[in-house]
């Protein structure tokens, strides 16, 4: 077997995949990639908050269901990313998602997912844009997080289970599709 012969399965906890399956997601909806990098780290970052709370690892804000102005970004409106609303502005190098009223950086994306994935991020971001592509647009905006929710690593339930890692077995996200 010589080096060219990808893993089947990869070693890591949920974050990095939700974020890189919702940027492929957008991808796939017509956004350009640094839109759909910074889509996919807030759809991933939101995920986590909602769990962190369900979980009691993070407390809700005394001003929750109330939203502060973007602090000057320009007008919020907000993208609907496998089943997440997130909130996005226009900026001149195009819409951004937003979170602590900042603009994701793409770049800062990018870094996360290659530090996170290593060698096996082009192996798993093929995989997931096969996937993705199985798809009309329409189709898998409302197939995304049900998707996700069939290949996503398992992992141990409760507060065990936060950050833990479990096994991302490409050869089922393309039987997927």
Request: charged residues 30%; glycine residues 10%; proline residues 8%.
């Amino acid at each position: 077997m010589g080096r060219d012969m990808a893993k089947q399965t990869v070693s890591i906890n949920r974050a990095p995949v939700l974020t890189l399956w919702a940027a492929v997601v957008a991808e796939r909806l017509g956004f350009k990639r640094a839109e759909a990098l910074t889509l996919g780290k807030a759809v991933a970052g939101l995920n986590a908050q909602a769990k962190g709370r369900r979980l009691g690892i993070y407390k809700p804000g005394r001003d929750r269901g109330k939203r502060r102005p973007k602090g000057g970004l320009g007008e919020e409106f907000w993208i609907e990313v496998c089943g997440r609303p997130v909130p996005v502005i226009d900026t001149p190098d195009g819409v951004r998602a937003v979170v602590r009223d900042k603009p994701i950086d793409p770049t800062a994306v990018t870094t996360y997912l290659e530090k996170r994935f290593g060698d096996d991020l082009p192996a798993v971001r093929d995989a997931m844009r096969a996937l993705a592509k199985a798809f009309e647009p329409s189709e898998l905006a409302d197939e995304a997080y049900p998707l996700y929710e069939e290949f996503r690593p398992a992992i141990p339930p409760g507060k065990r289970g936060w950050g833990a890692k479990g096994d991302l077995d490409l050869n089922l996200i393309r039987s997927l599709g």
